[in-house]
């Protein structure tokens, strides 16, 4: 009888070990912590298998123990339930939790910063193409798609006003049209109708006042002229007087290395050439700020018909309202600029 409780006893003993080892092994392939240091992103692209995702892992020596991950993730069926995206394994992470962000798709948004000197589509794909999962020329491809753009309100030299400078939060995994489609949205939203009626007030279409914002941020960075060079811009058109805008010539050369517009260059034909047309070009030259674009609308009221830069070579302007005066501040911006 003895015997028979030891024997009991002992096979109690070994099941509560068993069960004690079974439950550190299961706390260890699931819950405990297997993420190194302060964690990575994780990049799993669409049509990505198993395999690819483990050695995605391995690559990126994020995971301590890629075998307590590979027994969770066969317990919990990954192989089958792999979503895209890009998600951050973070530090403290478990394998429970890792496999449960990719089996439900649980991504961390991507921060897209529209900024600095964008003056085409190809820059703009370009920039794109740096923080989504579709390539440069798959970007490219869809900005060049007339049907969309025709659909959107746009035509292909108009469409880059559609892009306002700003941070957009995207996940990794959206397709180029998902995004313009997005695109499209913050620029109906910024489009209010305050800003609308003031357009109207003007006498510009959202899309003329993007046009004229991008001439006047190349013309100055300091925001308090960029509503007096709107002003004079916006007099010009109202006298159906050429713009004579130097960035439009810039744009049309398309040279970073020309610092001097010379006489050649303003006979060049194009439709930019505001020196040879009157009125606006036929689309922006520059993804404008939305201050700028502010800045046309709130423009500054006033009777100068010229502006030239100031001899002090600090960015700022001298605005004339005649001829003689302009040319006058133009004299003296040369005398500085030929002793250099």
Same mark, same amino acid.
């Given at each position: 009888m003895i015997a028979g409780?030891?024997? %009991? @006893? %002992? $096979?109690?003993?070994? =099941? &509560?070990?068993?069960?004690? !080892?079974?439950? #550190?092994? &299961?706390?260890?392939?699931?819950?405990?912590?297997? @993420?190194?240091?302060?964690g990575s992103y994780l990049y799993i692209p669409h049509n990505s298998g198993y395999n690819q995702l483990s050695d995605s892992l391995e690559k990126s020596g994020s995971v301590k123990s890629m075998r307590c991950f590979k027994r969770a993730a066969g317990f919990e069926g990954l192989e089958n339930e792999i979503k895209p995206g890009m998600y951050h394994l973070?530090?403290?992470?478990?394998?429970h939790q890792i496999i449960r962000i990719i089996k439900r798709g649980w991504q961390?948004? =991507?921060?897209?910063t529209l900024s600095g000197n964008i003056r085409n589509v190809e820059?703009?794909?370009?920039? !794109? /193409?740096r923080? $989504? +999962?579709s390539d440069s020329t798959e970007i490219l491809a869809t900005l060049k798609d007339?049907?969309?753009?025709?659909?959107?309100?746009?035509n292909p030299l108009t469409f880059p006003s559609m892009f306002l400078p700003d941070t957009y939060? #995207?996940?990794?995994?959206?397709t180029p049209k998902e995004l313009l489609l997005r695109f499209k949205k913050e620029y109906d939203r910024f489009w209010n109708r305050e800003r609308l009626e003031k357009a109207v007030n003007i006498g510009l279409s959202p899309i003329e006042v993007s046009? !004229?914002?991008? @001439?006047?941020?190349? +013309? /100055?960075? !300091?925001?308090?002229?960029?509503? #007096? @060079?709107?002003? =004079?811009?916006?007099?010009?058109l109202r006298k159906n007087i050429p713009l004579q805008a130097d960035p439009t010539i810039k744009f049309i050369l398309n040279d970073p290395s020309v610092k001097r517009i010379l006489n050649r260059h303003l006979s060049i034909n194009s439709p930019f050439n505001t020196y040879k047309h009157a009125g606006l070009p036929p689309g922006p030259i520059v993804i404008p700020q939305k201050s700028t674009i502010d800045a046309v609308l709130d423009y500054k009221k006033h009777n100068y018909i010229y502006f030239c830069a100031k001899p002090t070579l600090d960015g700022s302007h001298n605005f004339a309202e005649t001829l003689a005066e302009h040319n006058k501040n133009a004299r003296a911006y040369q005398r500085v600029i030929s002793r250099l």
């Open positions: 409780k030891k024997t %009991y @006893i %002992y $096979i109690a003993a070994g =099941v &509560a070990a068993l069960g004690l !080892l079974f439950s #550190v092994m &299961a706390y260890r392939t699931f819950f405990m912590s297997n @993420i190194t240091g302060d973070k530090p403290g992470m478990s394998n961390t948004p =991507v921060r897209i820059k703009l794909s370009s920039l !794109l /193409s923080k $989504i +999962e007339s049907t969309l753009t025709d659909s959107l309100g746009f939060e #995207v996940y990794w995994t959206v046009t !004229l914002a991008s @001439i006047v941020s190349e +013309e /100055s960075n !300091l925001k308090e002229e960029q509503p #007096v @060079i709107a002003g =004079v811009y916006l007099n010009r």
